[in-house]
Structures are given as C-alpha cells and as structure tokens.
C-alpha cells in the first residue's frame, strides 16, 4: 500500500516538481464569459489577463465538482491505497468540502485524508511537497496528515500587488480606492493569516523598488524560517525583479532550495501581473 499525494491547482507547483514529487494536480475552474476553463491545463494566466483587460473584468472561478473528485480518488482506493488530498482555503472555496463529501460517497474516510490548507498558491504547495517526501519515505497518509497539521499554522504566505485594478474588478476594492492607488503607485501587501486574505501595509514607488523593501522587511522571519525551502512565486514578474529577490535569498545563505514558481490561474486573476511573494514555514 502506497500514499498517493493530489491538491488542487491552486497550490501553483511548477511542472517540473509536480512530475519531481509525483504530485497528481485537480484543477480548479476559471469562467470567461460563457466558456468555462481548467486552471493551468487548457487556459494561461497571460489569456486570463488579456481578456480581463478587454471586457474590464475579473473572471469568475468556481470548485472540483463531486463527480470528477469521486473520480480521481477511485481508482486509487480500488488499488488499496491511501490519499493525502489539499484543497485551497475553506475559506476562500468550497473546494474542501467537495473532496470531504467525494471520501464520504466512496466510503473511504479512513483511508482518504482531506486537508484544509488554510492557505493558497504555494502556501499550499510547501505543505504538499512535505507530504510527498512523507509519502516516499513510507510513511502512512495518517502519519502525514498529523505532520501537515503541525505545520500549518507556521505557513508564512505573503505577496506585494503592483496593481489594484483586478481586485477592484473583483469587487475587493473600491473604486475610489483603485483609482487613488493607481494614482499614488500604492502597492498593498497581502497576507494569509487563519485562512483569509488581509491586507497589511501599502508601498509607494516602482515595483521593483517595492518588491525588495517588502522582502527586506521579511530579514527576521527568514531567519527564523525551516530551512529546507522557500518559493518565490510571481504572476509574472521581469526576470530582473525576480533575480534580485533570489540574489538577496541566496545571500541570506538559509535555505537549502529557492525554489520559483509562476502563480496559477486562480490566483493571477484576482492579484494581476506582476504580484510576487517569498512563502516560506516558520519553525
């Protein structure tokens, strides 16, 4: 019996350490008017903002649905194996609850675990890769799960926004807001704290001036950080922004991985071009 190891699209791994991790991804829905999309498998976060950009809107994302859930989990638990399964915040989609209710109907509750990340993008990504190192170690979805509870509440997720014009198409600002932001080049800091987005503290300036204060500020909870890994995850940033954030890291001289991932559909529709974030575990 093997440990089986999925999340959501959400949790904005790149390819590369989905096929490293052997991580099976479900991907989230995103609605473009009247045509529906699977988040990073048939639709780009670069499509998401031309059209976002030509009908002056935010698209509309939507859960798994419980017929395609029930389908992923069972051929698994048919094989004798076990699942670890992470889903977005329960705060933010209903995507956790689907995957509860598809374990239910399958009647696999004590062999399928369904975790509630309490955080998004690769704040959810950290906790998956934890789990798949468990999982080829050999330890059992149990064992995994009581791990990734522990952890949980030392995800430290963060990003700083250049633009507040897609969260105003969002209905998460006014416009009055948006305009003065946009006004004054005001960058707001988002953070994740108890499975909500809140912002913080608001940067002026250019962007990339912005993107360094913001991870500068961060010096003394990197140092107190797990040292294994941290990401750098964008929605499309200059290579120069993103390399000096990795120089600065890399000089820190904590982390045994940097590790940068471009952020997925869901989330780059509502944050816009050029948001970035430095996600790491506190011990």
């Given at each position: 019996m093997s440990v089986k190891i999925i999340s959501d699209s959400t949790c904005d791994l790149?390819?590369?350490?989905?096929?490293?991790?052997?991580?099976?991804?479900?991907?989230?829905?995103?609605?473009l008017g009247d045509k529906e999309y699977e988040d990073g498998f048939s639709i780009t976060p670069d499509e998401i903002y031309k059209?976002?950009?030509e009908n002056n809107a935010t698209p509309k994302t939507s859960a798994i649905n419980l017929e395609y859930?029930?389908?992923i989990f069972r051929p698994i638990i048919e094989a004798g194996d076990e699942i670890v399964c992470f889903g977005i915040s329960g705060e933010m989609s209903t995507t956790v609850n689907v995957m509860r209710l598809a374990a239910e109907e399958l009647e696999a509750e004590d062999r399928i675990f369904i975790i509630d990340s309490r955080n998004l993008s690769t704040g959810i990504g950290l906790q998956v890769i934890e789990a798949a190192i468990m999982a080829a170690e050999g330890h059992s979805a149990a064992?995994?799960?009581g791990r990734i509870a522990e952890i949980i509440p030392r995800v430290r997720a963060s990003f700083v926004i250049d633009t507040l014009k897609y969260l105003h198409r969002g209905g998460r600002c006014s416009g009055m807001a948006a305009f003065a932001g946009t006004a004054l080049k005001l960058h707001p800091k988002i953070v994740v704290n108890e499975g909500k987005m809140s912002p913080t503290k608001k940067y002026m300036g250019n962007i990339s001036r912005v993107v360094m204060n913001y991870v500068r500020e961060?010096?003394?909870n990197l140092r107190n950080a797990e040292t294994d890994r941290v990401f750098i995850t964008h929605s499309g940033c200059s290579k120069a922004i993103v390399s000096d954030v990795r120089k600065y890291l890399e000089e820190l001289g904590i982390f045994s991985e940097i590790l940068e991932t471009r952020a997925g559909c869901v989330v780059s529709s509502h944050c816009g071009p050029n948001t970035l974030g430095v996600l790491f575990i506190e011990k």
């Open positions: 790149s390819p590369e350490l989905i096929k490293k991790y052997g991580i099976k991804i479900m991907p989230l829905h995103i609605v059209w976002s950009d859930t029930m389908d064992q995994i799960a961060m010096e003394k």
